[in-house]
């Protein structure tokens, strides 16, 4: 009884943590596309106060800008149009955003891109 009930515990307790981890990959999950010079992409997703947003694209990609939009006004609040390929915005207060990402410049089109944030909008 005492062998069951020790094995028992343990399979639960590692269930528990497999769902666990499970939840918090998917949360983290990046957001993933493909883009060409010109072309724009827009996520909506509810941002804490503070949280950054990034993103990235692949090594034909040498430019990649960031728009942030307030999702019920649709005032701009923070953009990256640096010439990088790796921008970021942080959201000013917490609430519902528009993100959009604009290829500025992909050499092979199209490119792929990768957007994320802190606590994964």
């Keep these: 009884m005492a062998k069951f009930g020790m094995k028992m515990t343990a399979t639960v307790a590692l269930g528990a943590i497999a769902l666990a981890s499970t939840a918090a990959i998917a949360q983290a999950q990046s957001r993933s596309d493909w883009l060409s010079t010109g072309e724009t992409i827009t996520y909506e997703g509810y941002l804490l106060a503070d949280e950054a947003v990034f993103a990235a694209c692949d090594d034909d990609c040498s430019d990649l800008d960031m728009f942030l939009y307030d999702a019920e006004s649709g005032e701009l609040v923070a953009s990256d149009t ?6 970021g915005v ?12 604009v290829m ?13 944030s802190d606590a994964g909008f």
């Design 82 to 87: 640096l010439v990088d390929a790796v921008p």
């Design 90 to 101: 942080v959201a000013p207060y917490e609430g519902n955003f528009l993100i959009e990402l």
């Design 104 to 116: 500025a410049s992909c050499s092979i089109e199209p490119c792929e891109t990768w957007t994320d």
